[in-house]
């Protein structure tokens, strides 16, 4: 993109100005980047490079492509654009088109690694002086890199002239980098080290570990200095990733496990059709988004906040149903509600993909979820980012349901005493459908976030079902607070894990983990206390 | 003696049926001509072969369900340990005829490159050291983690996700390369067990009848546990375990002695299988194969042992009716078959039979029934006066005291 808007600009610059007087002149410098060995055409390069005329640009980037050839019958230097053996060349000072031939009638001009490197130093210091700011902040990062000395003069010319902070940064590590590779004396070296250690990438690294090796004396120490500052530096950063990673993880597992959380935790039912709510909020996502396409595309970005409240209600209203028509029947049998609702969740995988086909479905992700958010050496995804605070939201919302609002009065009290809950003239049976339905919600609403990371398949729900159960079984059965740290905890402890012990045997441990937990805490990490305990 | 005490006239029956089968099916599949109408052909007996080694699992399970109170959701985990311990004896036994030839190395090894056998692989060249593993393999990990998990007495529902989890772990487990394993596509293309040829018909036929004894020894010693005085004190755990702990029963103890005897079962039924089917893989660890495991015994009726078996031979051949038949509505059956026998056949197929004999019993009549209900009559006559009387007689107490006031 930015090469093409140079070469955009650069056209437009090459016909009107008045370097067209100068074109005999230019002719001749492209035409020496063609003779002679690689020497020769090195000295060429940096004859171009002198002229600072941005129009030649293009020649130099199209010769590091290898896109510049020689044309047999006349010897004129000339860009290609090669499709298929056939070559369409171009003038590289007029820009005009000149003619189609067979790849036979052309000579490419061969360049190596070391003119590849004195290429992109040269492209470098020519477009340091660029108007787009952006251009001339990558031009700073590739001189960065090349670090060459023959930059300087350019970089303290752009420095003079430069307004942007960013790019003044830049161009200043830029300078640093290339100092170090003059005889400058100590002290300046010395500053540029610190220069470059304040900068603390891996670009900065290792061309601080490459001084490293090839100094002695006082530098060397100053560069082994400053390149385990970046070392220490990285490694924080390293740790911060690995938390974001982990509590971004943390946030699906406590979606997921929340609905698990209020009918296995608070209600003590287990709905191992849960997974499948999950799944139906997903495919809800997916309906939805479809709807959209076909009737009314440009609501396309609001899809997620149509098919929120969608989700809720279907699984919801599934929930409730569910449990009028079979929970209900088997209240304190448990093991028999894990056969049953099983079955169930089978009866709906089945159903799914019988309707919409065994394979993924694609579901869009709206423009406001794309893209990531760069803080120093971390990058955090937008849609990660979005689903921690709708998980952190639709936490902070139930536990303002079950605390604030008389239904959450009324359900908490039928489960700690139902007949009295009953006496009270509470209907306990309405409360229990209820909270089922609120569970089923729940997992309806995880459905449409993980519907934007994650496959929507009909197997969707299995993969995080046990996962959700750990959370809540770890975190202590009938506590959000022990779901959240739950969550939160797997998350991070899986992240950290993965890097040393690969993906799948990070989750190896952890489950292993957690079974050697329950056999320490058989209630969890937030165990209820009282009375409730062995209700 | 043991027999004539434990067994009962029903465990007669069942061995009965399990011996005619085990001679049956053999004799019909290599004597019988293939035109005759009861010719059984290799594939029929390697199925009904599979279906007995489903019901020895089967068998497993609801001695610790049924008996116990144990719902293991991690069975499958044993079944397919014993399976792999039996694919690793029939690995060996290529030999040098693998695809790539190598006489000391499986073909899945010399793929990953692997230079030398893994030390958990040997020994498995000779098949007595590989049966102890059948058994030793899935009896280890079942008594490690029943040690662990009933002496910090965790129990119902919170055991059941927990078996699942292991079962789920050990999935993922097995489906990495580098445990030696065979990774995703797990063994295969076994060529003999002991030198006989898997293929040849008298093998298979051998194999069957091998499953129908394991089968019948399973049922024997099941018996012979929930029959003894061990027995009653499992069902007690099952009924009220706190009460059993509080009148000094080690609770614990009976408990890993059960899970780990079943966990071999299930091993045994697993290693009987993977010869009869010519594979084993990780998806044998599935949660979901597991959770099926149960549905069988559900379906039979729990707490019966022979329920288990005619619960996993109904599920089993439903299973293959209908995926032949119509795949797309084997799992919604399935589905719809958990759901019905939990809430209209808590009992299973067995206890619904038993009720409905209990049912025709008490109707019909009973030649004695009117002399008894003329006894009623008048005991009820009897009773009635004598009522009377002893109001008449309170109520003149009640007249002689009133003029004293």
């Given at each position: 993109?930015?090469?093409?808007?140079?070469?955009?600009?650069?056209?437009?610059?090459?016909?009107?100005?008045?370097?067209?007087a100068?074109?005999?002149d230019?002719?001749?410098?492209?035409?020496?980047l063609?003779?002679g060995?690689f020497?020769?055409k090195?000295?060429?390069?940096?004859a171009?490079?002198?002229?600072?005329?941005?129009s030649?640009?293009?020649v130099?980037?199209?010769?590091?492509?290898?896109?510049?050839?020689?044309r047999?019958?006349?010897?004129?230097?000339l860009?290609?654009?090669?499709d298929?053996?056939?070559?369409?060349l171009?003038d590289?000072?007029?820009?005009e088109?000149?003619?189609?031939?067979?790849?036979?009638?052309?000579?490419?001009?061969?360049?190596?690694?070391?003119?590849?490197?004195?290429?992109s130093?040269?492209?470098?210091?020519?477009?340091?002086?660029?108007?787009?700011?952006?251009?001339?902040s990558?031009?700073?990062?590739?001189?960065f890199?090349s670090?060459?000395p023959?930059?300087l003069?350019?970089?303290?010319?752009?420095?003079?002239?430069?307004?942007?902070?960013?790019?003044?940064?830049?161009?200043?590590?830029?300078?640093?980098?290339?100092?170090?590779?003059?005889?400058a004396?100590?002290?300046?070296k010395?500053?540029?080290i610190d220069?470059?250690?304040?900068?603390?990438?891996?670009?900065a690294?290792?061309?601080?570990?490459?001084?490293r090796?090839?100094?002695?004396?006082?530098?060397q120490?100053?560069?082994?200095?400053?390149?385990?500052a970046?070392?220490r530096?990285?490694?924080?950063?390293?740790?911060?990733?690995?938390?974001?990673?982990?509590?971004?993880?943390?946030?699906?597992?406590?979606?997921?496990?929340?609905?698990?959380?209020?009918?296995f935790?608070?209600?003590?039912?287990?709905?191992?059709?849960?997974?499948?709510?999950?799944?139906?909020?997903?495919?809800?996502?997916?309906?939805?988004?479809e709807a959209?396409r076909?009737?009314?595309?440009?609501?396309?970005?609001?899809?997620?906040?149509?098919?929120?409240?969608?989700?809720?209600?279907?699984t919801g209203?599934i929930?409730?149903?569910?449990?009028?028509?079979?929970?209900?029947?088997?209240?304190?049998?448990?093991?028999?509600?894990?056969?049953?609702?099983?079955g169930?969740?089978?009866?709906?995988?089945?159903?799914?993909?019988?309707?919409?086909?065994?394979?993924?479905?694609?579901?869009?992700?709206?423009?406001?979820?794309?893209?990531?958010?760069?803080i120093?050496?971390?990058?955090?995804?937008?849609?990660?980012?979005?689903?921690?605070?709708f998980?952190?939201?639709?936490?902070?919302?139930?536990?303002?349901?079950?605390?604030?609002?008389s239904?959450?009065?009324?359900?908490?009290?039928?489960?700690?005493?139902r007949?009295?809950?009953?006496?009270?003239g509470?209907?306990?049976g309405?409360?229990?459908?209820?909270?089922f339905?609120?569970?089923?919600?729940?997992?309806?609403?995880?459905?449409?976030?993980l519907?934007?990371?994650d496959?929507?398949?009909?197997?969707l729900?299995?993969?995080?079902?046990i996962?959700?159960?750990?959370?809540v079984?770890?975190g202590?059965?009938g506590?959000?607070?022990?779901?959240?740290?739950?969550?939160?905890?797997?998350?991070?402890?899986?992240?950290?894990?993965?890097?040393?012990?690969g993906?799948?045997?990070?989750?190896i441990?952890?489950?292993?983990?957690?079974?050697?937990?329950?056999?320490?805490?058989?209630?969890?990490?937030?165990?209820?206390?009282g009375?409730?305990v062995e209700? | 003696?043991?027999?004539?005490?434990?067994?009962?006239?029903?465990?007669?029956?069942?061995?009965?049926?399990?011996?005619?089968?085990?001679?049956?099916?053999?004799y019909c599949?290599?004597?019988?001509?293939?035109?005759?109408?009861?010719?059984?052909?290799?594939?029929?007996?390697?199925?009904?072969?599979?279906?007995?080694?489903?019901?020895?699992?089967?068998?497993?399970?609801?001695?610790?369900w049924?008996?116990?109170?144990?719902?293991?959701?991690?069975?499958?985990?044993?079944?397919?340990?014993?399976?792999?311990?039996?694919?690793?004896?029939?690995?060996?036994?290529?030999?040098?005829?693998?695809?790539?030839?190598?006489?000391?190395?499986?073909?899945?090894?010399?793929?990953?490159?692997?230079?030398?056998l893994?030390w958990?692989?040997w020994g498995?060249?000779?098949?007595?050291?590989?049966?102890?593993?059948v058994?030793?393999v899935?009896?280890?990990?079942?008594?490690?983690f029943?040690?662990?998990?009933?002496?910090?007495?965790?129990?119902g529902?919170?055991?059941?996700?927990?078996?699942?989890?292991?079962?789920?772990?050990?999935l993922?487990?097995?489906?990495?390369?580098d445990?030696?394993?065979?990774?995703n596509?797990?063994?295969?293309?076994?060529?003999?067990?002991?030198?006989y040829?898997?293929?040849?018909?008298?093998?298979?036929a051998?194999?069957?009848?091998?499953?129908?004894?394991?089968?019948?020894?399973g049922?024997?010693?099941?018996?012979?546990?929930?029959?003894?005085?061990?027995?009653?004190?499992?069902?007690?755990?099952?009924?009220?375990?706190?009460?059993?702990?509080?009148?000094?029963?080690?609770?614990?103890?009976?408990?890993?002695?059960?899970?780990?005897?079943?966990?071999?079962?299930?091993?045994?039924?697993?290693?009987?299988?993977?010869p009869?089917?010519?594979?084993?893989?990780?998806?044998?660890?599935?949660p979901?194969?597991?959770?099926?495991?149960?549905?069988w015994?559900?379906?039979?009726?729990?707490?019966?042992?022979v329920?288990?078996?005619?619960?996993?031979?109904?599920?089993?051949?439903?299973k293959?009716?209908?995926?032949?038949?119509?795949?797309?509505?084997?799992l919604?059956?399935?589905?719809?078959?958990?759901?019905?026998?939990?809430?209209f056949?808590p009992?299973g197929?067995?206890?619904?039979?038993?009720?409905?004999?209990?049912?025709?019993?008490?109707?019909?009549?009973?030649p004695?029934?009117?002399?008894?209900?003329?006894?009623?009559?008048r005991?009820?006559?009897?009773?009635s006066?004598?009522?009377?009387?002893a109001?008449?007689?309170?109520?003149?107490?009640?007249r002689?005291?009133?003029?004293?006031?």
């Amino acid at each position: 993109m930015i090469r093409f808007l140079i070469l955009l600009l650069l056209g437009l610059l090459a016909w009107a100005s008045p370097a067209r007087a100068q074109e005999p002149d230019h002719r001749a410098l492209v035409a020496a980047l063609a003779e002679g060995g690689f020497s020769e055409k090195e000295a060429a390069i940096q004859a171009v490079a002198a002229t600072g005329d941005p129009s030649l640009v293009a020649v130099l980037e199209a010769m590091g492509d290898g896109a510049l050839y020689t044309r047999k019958s006349d010897g004129l230097v000339l860009i290609g654009e090669e499709d298929r053996r056939q070559i369409t060349l171009i003038d590289p000072l007029t820009r005009e088109t000149l003619e189609t031939v067979g790849s036979r009638e052309v000579e490419r001009v061969r360049v190596n690694n070391r003119l590849r490197r004195a290429l992109s130093a040269a492209i470098g210091a020519m477009t340091l002086l660029s108007p787009d700011p952006n251009v001339r902040s990558e031009a700073a990062q590739s001189v960065f890199r090349s670090a060459d000395p023959e930059a300087l003069e350019t970089l303290d010319e752009a420095l003079a002239r430069e307004s942007d902070d960013n790019v003044r940064a830049r161009l200043e590590q830029a300078r640093a980098a290339a100092l170090l590779e003059t005889d400058a004396d100590l002290e300046t070296k010395r500053a540029a080290i610190d220069v470059i250690t304040a900068r603390g990438d891996r670009d900065a690294l290792s061309l601080l570990v490459a001084l490293r090796a090839s100094s002695e004396g006082e530098l060397q120490e100053a560069a082994a200095t400053g390149a385990a500052a970046i070392e220490r530096r990285l490694k924080r950063w390293e740790i911060a990733q690995h938390i974001t990673y982990g509590i971004s993880l943390g946030s699906v597992l406590l979606l997921a496990a929340i609905g698990l959380a209020i009918t296995f935790g608070v209600m003590g039912v287990i709905n191992m059709a849960h997974g499948e709510m999950v799944m139906l909020g997903a495919y809800t996502t997916f309906v939805v988004q479809e709807a959209i396409r076909s009737y009314y595309p440009p609501l396309f970005d609001s899809s997620l906040f149509i098919a929120i409240p969608l989700a809720f209600l279907v699984t919801g209203i599934i929930g409730i149903a569910i449990e009028r028509g079979i929970i209900r029947w088997l209240y304190g049998r448990p093991l028999e509600t894990l056969l049953a609702t099983w079955g169930l969740s089978l009866v709906l995988q089945q159903a799914v993909r019988s309707l919409f086909g065994p394979t993924n479905r694609e579901v869009g992700n709206p423009s406001w979820m794309s893209g990531a958010i760069e803080i120093g050496a971390l990058t955090i995804t937008a849609n990660r980012l979005w689903i921690l605070v709708f998980s952190l939201a639709v936490f902070a919302a139930l536990m303002l349901i079950l605390k604030r609002t008389s239904f959450g009065l009324e359900m908490r009290a039928v489960t700690q005493n139902r007949q009295m809950a009953g006496a009270m003239g509470i209907r306990t049976g309405r409360i229990d459908a209820m909270t089922f339905g609120l569970g089923s919600g729940v997992a309806g609403l995880a459905g449409v976030a993980l519907s934007q990371i994650d496959n929507v398949s009909p197997n969707l729900g299995q993969g995080y079902i046990i996962d959700s159960f750990m959370v809540v079984v770890f975190g202590g059965v009938g506590n959000l607070w022990g779901t959240l740290t739950g969550a939160m905890t797997l998350g991070i402890v899986n992240k950290f894990l993965e890097p040393y012990a690969g993906a799948v045997l990070a989750k190896i441990l952890v489950l292993v983990f957690i079974i050697l937990f329950i056999q320490k805490r058989p209630r969890g990490l937030f165990a209820q206390r009282g009375r409730a305990v062995e209700a | 003696m043991f027999l004539t005490r434990h067994l009962g006239p029903g465990g007669w029956w069942f061995l009965l049926a399990i011996a005619a089968v085990a001679v049956a099916v053999p004799y019909c599949n290599l004597v019988l001509p293939p035109a005759h109408p009861f010719h059984a052909n290799s594939y029929i007996v390697s199925l009904l072969g599979k279906y007995l080694t489903y019901a020895l699992l089967a068998l497993a399970v609801d001695l610790i369900w049924g008996f116990c109170g144990i719902l293991s959701l991690g069975h499958g985990a044993f079944f397919a340990l014993g399976g792999y311990a039996m694919g690793m004896y029939l690995m060996r036994q290529i030999g040098d005829r693998g695809v790539y030839a190598n006489p000391l190395l499986p073909d899945f090894m010399v793929f990953l490159n692997w230079t030398e056998l893994p030390w958990y692989w040997w020994g498995f060249s000779s098949f007595p050291y590989a049966m102890l593993m059948v058994l030793l393999v899935p009896g280890a990990l079942a008594f490690v983690f029943g040690w662990f998990a009933f002496r910090s007495r965790v129990t119902g529902v919170y055991l059941s996700i927990i078996t699942q989890a292991v079962t789920y772990a050990l999935l993922l487990a097995f489906f990495r390369n580098d445990m030696g394993f065979g990774g995703n596509n797990g063994l295969t293309d076994f060529k003999d067990i002991l030198g006989y040829p898997l293929q040849a018909g008298s093998t298979r036929a051998a194999l069957f009848a091998a499953s129908a004894i394991a089968l019948a020894l399973g049922f024997l010693i099941a018996r012979a546990v929930t029959g003894s005085k061990l027995g009653k004190v499992l069902v007690a755990i099952r009924d009220a375990e706190s009460r059993t702990r509080f009148l000094g029963y080690r609770v614990e103890h009976y408990k890993l002695f059960v899970f780990t005897l079943s966990a071999m079962m299930a091993g045994v039924a697993g290693a009987l299988y993977v010869p009869q089917v010519g594979i084993i893989n990780p998806g044998e660890f599935s949660p979901a194969n597991s959770i099926e495991i149960v549905i069988w015994v559900a379906v039979g009726g729990r707490g019966t042992l022979v329920g288990a078996v005619v619960g996993a031979g109904l599920v089993n051949y439903g299973k293959t009716v209908f995926t032949t038949a119509m795949p797309e509505l084997w799992l919604f059956a399935l589905g719809a078959l958990f759901i019905a026998v939990t809430l209209f056949l808590p009992r299973g197929v067995l206890g619904a039979l038993g009720d409905y004999v209990e049912w025709m019993r008490r109707q019909k009549p009973d030649p004695l029934a009117h002399i008894e209900a003329q006894r009623q009559a008048r005991r009820e006559e009897a009773e009635s006066t004598e009522h009377f009387l002893a109001l008449a007689a309170q109520a003149r107490a009640e007249r002689e005291a009133a003029p004293a006031e």
